[in-house]
């Protein structure tokens, strides 16, 4: 007795004195009547065809749903790590704080570390995730100063820098306000004189109001 397959594409028959290969079917076809079809069995996500068998993704890979464990194998696509994660045992986890690792950690291969560092520097404060040295700017003849202690998290929120005003008001008489040997002059035109914390909580508080207006718009 003769045993043969017939297939069209990656769909495969089941004729008389044939059997089904690399796909499933209930028991009960007639060998002797008309040809009949072997069901297709389909891999679920996260799921690759090993030798015609569903087999689960290795740690650290993914993949779609739907191959066809009747057809040729497949496999996984490793999954890559975003910026700011390392590899833990095959997943992809967030840097601590104060830490930063570039993107692209190969979720599949061996543990990874965040080696850089997302701190600031002395006199650098945070704009749109990057440190950005305080700037240094002259109001009214006054000199005005920014700066800010070391240690912001770029991977935090936006940060301010704190305003110093220094320097003495031209034309101002010894021991008068802004004079040489006197009190500190009022604030130049156009600067509060609010202390440091409340020029950044002002700040910090306009950056977060247009943004809200930015997408309302």
């Known amino acids: 007795m003769r045993t043969w397959r017939s297939w069209t ?118 704009v749109a995730g990057k440190c950005v040295t305080c700037d240094k700017v002259s109001l009214n003849a006054v000199i005005t100063t920014t700066s800010n202690a070391a240690g912001d998290d770029y991977l935090s929120a936006y940060t301010m820098c704190d305003i110093t005003t220094t320097g003495t008001v031209p034309g101002a008489a010894p021991g008068a306000p802004g004079g040489p040997g006197g009190p500190p002059a009022d604030p130049p035109a156009g600067v509060s004189g609010a202390s440091p914390l409340e020029v950044k909580l002002t700040g910090m508080i306009s950056f977060l109001v247009i943004g809200f207006l930015a997408l309302a718009m």
């Open 9 to 126: 594409a990656s769909t495969q028959y089941q004729r008389k004195r044939d059997i089904c290969l690399c796909a499933t079917n209930a028991a009960g076809d007639d060998a002797t009547g008309f040809d009949t079809v072997c069901a297709k069995t389909l891999c679920a996500a996260d799921e690759y065809t090993k030798s015609n068998v569903c087999t689960k993704c290795p740690p650290g890979t993914t993949n779609a749903a739907g191959d066809d464990s009747s057809d040729l194998d497949t496999s996984c696509d490793a999954t890559l790590c975003a910026a700011n994660e390392y590899v833990k045992s095959n997943v992809c986890t967030k840097c601590a704080v104060g830490k930063a690792n570039p993107a692209g950690d190969d979720a599949s291969g061996s543990d990874t570390t965040c080696a850089g560092s997302s701190l600031c520097a002395l006199n650098e404060h945070v």
